[in-house]
């Protein structure tokens, strides 16, 4: 049984060490989610309600821990790390009015009786967690499963294998029975062992890369259902205001997370001109701003390192790329010195009029294109296979209302980050971002199906005119 670590990208800190899950042991939390779902499923909706806020409770009582571990996994800075645990406690009590919202119960009376509409979970769901953000996003999949009265089992990223112990720990404390929760821990194999498994849904944050391989695994399998956000190559239209808060949103957008939200802005799109250029020497200004330190660095710096040293070699290859295309190095993604191979400072490029790949960059790289027009700007702001998020900077309500009705994307924000969305709303993109099935308030939807019944209290509603058979026009209004 090979061996999983989990270190601390700042400083090389082992921060745990277990067995990763194997062919038995995942065969097993398998058979055990099947066996509870039977179970779980019947138990009364406000008593999974109970459960899930006693889950809250522990979190709230364990924050510290919690966070610790976050932060640490990742490299985030501890603010950060200490605002997810804080999204994880409020994603309790958003599942359940979404929940109740959008797969409830409800009635509608007709001439014969009624129309009933039930939601049924699934059955026993898989969820495969990011490494970005490890507590909140497989939480925002956990949570609204269980409620719904799935069973679920859980892999952490193998770059988060700690977040996600703690995690499993909490329910486990806050009374969930067994089998209903189980935790494997594990890198690609044993996600590929578990998608072998007797499966009704996957739920899964990742890569284009990974999330295309889902779906060919399941090709033949249409009964398991498919939840899948896979990042974004986001643009952000700065076109016109103040050049000075254009570019702290466009810095939050682009170098947030050290550039390690699926939502980060990883093209910037100005004007042509003396304007564009007012925007561009702003942001670089912002850019040399942006500190950089350790998780528990005081005062708390604006980013870490990225989750690992292999990351940050993927990140200035990619960078290597841009300049092979013709790119112009702006600021270039530099190593600090006196820290780890996974620190890089925010790097900017203007790659106007090159032809570069449209792939999702995973770091603090942004790209900047200056087009001629203002419909320039929306075309190439749609120039991508993607398409998760967007903004636009700018005053003018007849920009918005352009920008709204033809760009291509699920979350689009005006004069705010990319990164900016509401757990009381959807997420999700369109494109290869995912599979139309976008997750936080709507996360409900896919943990459970609708169940519609026309219901008669007895059989005297059934008339027996013309031998039982009811006239087209009258089955037709029914």
Not at 78 to 91: D, F, H, L, P, T
Request: overall charge negative; aromatic content about 6%; hydrophobic content about 40%.
């Amino acid at each position: 049984m090979q061996s999983l670590k989990s270190h601390c990208p700042a400083t090389g800190q082992l921060l745990w060490e277990g067995p990763e899950a194997g062919e038995n042991e995942i065969a097993a939390a398998a058979g055990a989610a099947r066996g509870a779902f039977a179970q779980w499923r019947k138990v009364p909706l406000d008593r999974r309600i109970e459960t899930a806020r006693a889950f809250a409770e522990r979190l709230k009582e364990n924050s510290a821990e919690l966070f610790r571990a976050i932060a640490q996994e990742t490299g985030k800075p501890g603010w950060e790390a200490r605002q997810e645990v804080q999204s994880m406690i409020a994603k309790v009590e958003i599942s359940i009015t979404a929940q109740a919202e959008r797969a409830g119960q409800r009635s509608q009376d007709m001439p014969f009786g009624n129309a009933q509409l039930r939601h049924r979970p699934h059955g026993v769901m898989a969820v495969l967690g990011p490494y970005n953000f490890p507590g909140h996003l497989p939480n925002g999949h956990i949570v609204p499963a269980l409620l719904a009265g799935n069973t679920v089992i859980f892999k952490p990223s193998e770059q988060t294998p700690l977040t996600g112990e703690v995690m499993g720990r909490l329910w486990q404390e806050a009374g969930l029975p067994e089998g209903v929760l189980s935790v494997v821990q594990g890198g690609r194999d044993t996600g590929a062992l578990l998608a072998a498994q007797d499966l009704d849904g996957v739920l899964f944050t990742g890569s284009v890369a990974a999330g295309t391989w889902l779906r060919r695994t399941f090709l033949e399998r249409p009964g398991v259902i498919l939840a899948l956000e896979l990042g974004g190559n986001n643009p952000i239209v700065a076109w016109d205001g103040d050049a000075q808060r254009m570019a702290a949103i466009i810095a939050q957008s682009a170098f947030i997370t050290t550039g390690q939200r699926c939502s980060c802005a990883r093209r910037l799109i100005v004007p042509e001109g003396p304007e564009g250029e007012r925007i561009v020497e702003a942001l670089v200004a912002a850019a040399d701003k942006v500190t950089i330190g350790q998780w528990d660095d005081q005062p708390g710096p604006a980013i870490g390192p990225l989750v690992s040293s292999q990351a940050a070699e993927a990140a200035r290859h990619a960078a290597a790329r841009l300049a092979d295309a013709g790119a112009k190095e702006i600021r270039p993604l530099a190593k600090l010195p006196d820290r780890s191979d996974a620190f890089l400072s925010p790097a900017i490029y203007d790659v106007t009029g090159k032809d570069v790949p449209d792939e999702e960059i995973f770091a603090p790289i942004l790209q900047i294109t200056r087009v001629p027009d203002f419909g320039s700007a929306i075309a190439a702001a749609n120039a991508t296979a993607y398409g998760l998020s967007a903004s636009l900077l700018s005053d003018s309500e007849d920009r918005w209302e352009q920008f709204v009705g033809d760009i291509r994307a699920g979350v689009i924000n005006r004069n705010r980050p990319t990164t900016g969305a509401s757990g009381a709303m959807p997420f999700g993109g369109l494109g290869i971002s995912g599979n139309h099935r976008p997750s936080a308030y709507y996360a409900a939807d896919y943990c459970a199906y609708p169940v519609a019944s026309l219901e008669a209290e007895d059989l005297a509603h059934w008339p027996l005119e013309n031998d039982g058979f009811l006239p087209a026009t009258q089955k037709d209004a029914q």
